[in-house]
């Protein structure tokens, strides 16, 4: 099951990718598919967000090592609303659209020969993630905890 029924977010059970980030560290990065809707006028609800049954967290020492790629890929438009981002913002939501997914996907992957074993299996893991995860949505919205 990929979806779960929006009142039961807390039976999600995260991915989480570690690399550095120690197990005592609580500053993350929550990427969460969301639910996708046919109404033309649909606001999604924090629960449409926070349905997927495997959403992924990577802690901050880790995904610092992502950031370099989201900037290659901003400026963006909201996916939702269209308003124009023009950074990643690692403090508040980013909703991210499938083909700016893919430009990210796209950077990652020409790096992915260049670098350390430890970098490379994140990488691949985040890929994998990421990739499966928008075979079930076209945004992913991406929210940090702090």
Known sequence: MVWLN??????????ELRLNAPKTE???LE????????????NPMWEEWH?????????????ELLLSYFDK????KDAFD???EPVFDVCFYNWIGKSDWLR???EIEQDLNCVNNGKKVLFTNFL???????????????????
């Open 31 to 42: 990427f969460n598919p969301l639910r996708m809707a046919r109404d033309p006028h649909w």
């Open 6 to 15: 929006p009142n039961d977010y807390k039976s999600q059970e995260y991915v």
């Open 73 to 76: 890929i901003y400026p963006i």
């Open 51 to 63: 349905c997927y049954a495997s959403p992924l967290r990577i802690y901050k020492q880790d995904y």
């Open 128 to 146: 994998a993630w990421v990739k499966k995860a928008l075979k079930h949505t076209s945004i992913i919205v991406v929210e940090s905890n702090l």
């Open 82 to 84: 269209g308003t124009l």
């Open 104 to 106: 990210l996907i796209d």
């Open 26 to 28: 609580k500053v993350c």
